[in-house]
């Protein structure tokens, strides 16, 4: 993969992927040394205050009557061949994001989900309406839909689905394949192609 400046303002964002030598290359490593340091300590100082959070709900029972939704709204580049950020890529590590549901018991046991099913963030809001007891008015395939249905419920056209991805700001595309298992990305920004693909809850690799 051909290195590229990122454009987005954030710190992290913002290490130029340039070819660097001598004391350049020696500050610039230094540089994304800090840069990991400081995202794993945002990672524990998140999951600390999460971890107190739901300590703190469990004394009265608020817990075990919630719903609980932990997720992103996109991955992250760190540097993984050179490149850093999210905005204008749509390699896997951008578009993979942690999603992790908390049911109330009440409602758990009858509750079906196919954990191996792809999933988009825009499935989130129609789950918790579905959740709540309230069928999601579906108006286009873009709403996304209930990654939660009742017992015995049919998710195999989950599988089957084919969906277009975009990035954020730059112009760049992605096509998700056999239930999110094969992505091809086209980055007009380079004029380049990629092609990954994976295993079940395994990690990606690139295609040749």
Known sequence: ????????????????????????ASRSATRIQGLKHGTRRE?????????ALLISSSGGGLYDRSVVILTSDHG???????????AYYLFPPVLQIPLVVHLPPALAPSAAVDVDAIAFSTDITPTIYAVLGYRPN????????????A?????TSRRRITEVVAASYG?????LRHNGQHLYI???NHGKEYAF?????QPWHAVQ
């Open 138 to 149: 579906r108006q286009t395939d873009l709403m996304g839909q209930s990654l939660i249905g």
């Open 197 to 201: 693909e994976r295993l079940p809850r």
């Open 186 to 188: 086209v980055d007009a």
């Open 151 to 155: 017992s015995g419920a049919d998710f």
């Open 171 to 175: 112009a760049v595309w992605g096509v």
């Open 76 to 86: 992250e580049m760190l540097g993984e061949d050179r490149q850093w950020g999210h």
């Open 43 to 51: 990672c524990i100082e998140w999951t600390a205050a999460l971890a």
């Open 1 to 24: 993969m051909s290195p590229a400046p990122s454009l987005c303002t954030h710190d992290r964002c913002r290490t130029s992927m340039l070819p660097l030598s001598g004391k350049a």
